[in-house]
C-alpha cells in the first residue's frame, strides 16, 4: 500500500505442552523412554551438553511410543521430536 505497511489475514498459533518422559531403567542397565502425544514418526535425540546445540539422533525414526537402550555410560540428555 502506499504507506509502506503489509497487511495480512489473522492468523492463530497454536502452542501446546510438552508431553513428560517417562524414564525406566532395567537391572541390566538399559534404559526404556516411553512417552504419549506427539506425531509420529519421532526421533529419540541425546546430547553430553545443553549449552550446545549438537543433538544427535539416536537410532532410527519411529513409530513407536518408546524406545529401549544402553546407554554409553557418560551423562546424557534425551528429548523426543514428533514430525
Known amino acids: 500500500n502506499l504507506v509502506g505497511s503489509v497487511t495480512s489475514a489473522p492468523a492463530a498459533l497454536?502452542?501446546?505442552a510438552p508431553s513428560p518422559i517417562r524414564v525406566t531403567i532395567a537391572q541390566d542397565n538399559s534404559v526404556t523412554l516411553s512417552w504419549s502425544g506427539g506425531v509420529a514418526p519421532y526421533q529419540v535425540e541425546s546430547t553430553t551438553n545443553l549449552v550446545t546445540s549438537g543433538w544427535?539422533?539416536?537410532g532410527a525414526?519411529?513409530?513407536n511410543?518408546?524406545?529401549t537402550f544402553t546407554p554409553a555410560g557418560q551423562r546424557a540428555f534425551y528429548r523426543v521430536r514428533g514430525q
Open 56 to 58: 544427535l539422533p539416536l
Open 14 to 16: 497454536v502452542v501446546s
Open 65 to 67: 511410543r518408546s524406545v
Open 61 to 63: 525414526p519411529t513409530t
